[in-house]
């Protein structure tokens, strides 16, 4: 009898980790890298404001399992459950998100006042929630 409860014990945990996993996998968006360099994607829920004031350099190298993609790669972004349209309408304000695509090697070696002022980023994608659905939580790079 105690052995089936020690069973019971270790077994749970594994199959709520499985479930949480499944989930991640259906709602988060994967940002597929086709560039030859690796980059950093860093969603905007201010829609059409380009001002960057929403971040900075030391948050997005600080997280780079949110944003990193490496080069001609392929990952699972942002950990926000945004293939959800409640979770949309609560943090996108106009319909309409940005993805800023920054390279890596930009990022690390550039002042970030400089990236800003000059609008160093490679590219300024723009999704509805209905694009991000069409394409079935997928972004492509190229």
Not at 11 to 30: D, G, H, Q, Y
Request: aromatic share 12%.
């Amino acid at each position: 009898m105690r052995s089936n409860k020690i069973l019971i014990v270790l077994v749970l945990p594994l199959f709520a980790f499985k479930c949480i996993t499944k989930k991640m996998r259906e709602n988060f968006i994967e940002v597929n890298n086709q560039l030859p360099a690796s980059v950093y994607c860093v969603p905007s829920f201010d829609y059409p404001d380009t001002g960057l004031l929403f971040t900075s350099k030391e948050k997005i190298l600080a997280n780079d399992s949110i944003y990193y993609v490496g080069s001609s790669n392929s990952k699972r972004l942002f950990y926000i459950d945004l293939c959800k349209i409640e979770t949309w309408r609560r943090l996108v304000k106009s319909d309409t998100i940005q993805v800023f695509v920054f390279d890596e090697k930009v990022l690390k070696e550039r002042p970030w006042n400089e990236i800003v002022a000059g609008k160093l980023y490679l590219r300024r994608l723009t999704y509805t929630y209905k694009d991000v659905v069409d394409k079935g939580c997928k972004i492509t790079i190229q």
